[in-house]
């Protein structure tokens, strides 16, 4: 039998498998991957807590883009960054920065291409991702902010996971446990 927790964004209502991860602890599963309904909710929920403290935005792949881009299109931004998990043919001469996160074993890199570093020049940046947890996913997005040189505006999730919800530097819609 599948064990689920029910998590409250905003209101709604939404029924999180609960998976064990790798490295023990069990984990209130929330993925946007496939489902437009929810991923429209939370991009219209972010895109009203950011309002216009911010000129661009930026999330890493994967779990990030589509909910990113429904927060541009609520916010009416034309672009936004994306930071890769792996550096591409157009990224050659783009920056880079180490991250370890919770659902992940080894260490990994992010990379963001020139392009989508000089969208942040110079402006106000926030840095979006559908969960906060240990927050290393975040952390290195705000470096990359840094490293292209824009001002980091704010950081928001969907969701903080376990102690994160205690964080007074991230909005989040709800919070979930570490089970």
Known sequence: ???FYTVDICGRKEDLPVLRLESGPKIAFFNL???TELT???????????GDRADVLLTAESKGLQLTHCVARNLGHPFYA?????????????????????????????YLSAH????????????????VST?????????????????????????????????KDVI??????LL
Not at 116 to 131: N, P, S, T, Y
Not at 147 to 166: C, H, N, P
Not at 172 to 177: A, C, F, T
């Open 82 to 110: 994306v930071a890769r998990k792996s550096k591409k043919l157009y990224m050659q001469d783009g920056i880079s920065v180490e991250v370890k996160s919770i659902t992940t074993k080894e260490k990994q890199r992010m």
């Open 40 to 50: 429209e909710f939370c991009g219209r929920e972010l895109a009203a807590k950011i």
């Open 135 to 167: 927050g290393g996913s975040i952390e290195a997005l705000t470096e990359l902010v840094k490293m292209a040189g824009g001002s980091l505006a704010l950081k928001a999730a969907v969701l903080a996971e376990g102690d994160a919800k205690y964080r």
């Open 33 to 35: 991957h496939g489902n």
């Open 172 to 177: 989040v819609l709800g919070d979930i446990p």
């Open 116 to 131: 989508d570093a000089e969208l942040m020049r110079g402006k106000r940046v926030a840095v979006v991702d559908d969960v």
């Open 1 to 3: 039998m599948k064990e």
